[in-house]
């Protein structure tokens, strides 16, 4: 376990961060076929933690929960601090893209700077691939191609080596989900 056992006022903590990233994302849909809420992501990084990695850490948990609203919403990192504190809003901060760069340089950003991210920083971001490999080869953006998503893949992998070695079980099921994705991906091309 990483941290305090949850109490009620843990809980209300977490919630509270779920009710405002369900309202930050609240028009926001996964590009896949079924137009998923997109809240269903930020939900399922921080269930990961949790569920599999143990995390009971609430600051770590909430800013699961909030990974992505700098990013992909008008949430401003002032806002975070103001509502969640400065720990929550420096680990959402470490997690996030900046949108100025091309694609590109932000894709090889985070494979440059993943050793560098704290502790609690790269659980969020091993967690968050997990979520997204999932969903690559399960229910892929619906413009992407085979090759694409194969490729995405390889990116996430080059990602998460630098990430490696937090936490056993969150390590073992990126490995699983890498794993899984490539055979499915696989079978699709034959």
Known sequence: ???TPLDGTHLTALLVALHFAADKHRDQRRKNREASPYINHPIEVAEILSRVGGITDVPTLQAAILHDTIEDTQT???ELETCFGA?????VEEVTDDKQLPKAERKRLQIVNA???SRKAKLIKIADKISNVRDVTHSPPTHWPHQ???EYLDWAEQVVAGLRGENTAVDALFD???QTGRAILANLHS
């Open 76 to 78: 401003t990192a002032g």
């Open 87 to 91: 720990k929550v809003r420096r680990l």
């Open 115 to 117: 050793p560098l991210l």
């Open 1 to 3: 376990m990483d941290g």
């Open 176 to 178: 699983q989900a890498l």
């Open 148 to 150: 694409r998503r194969c």
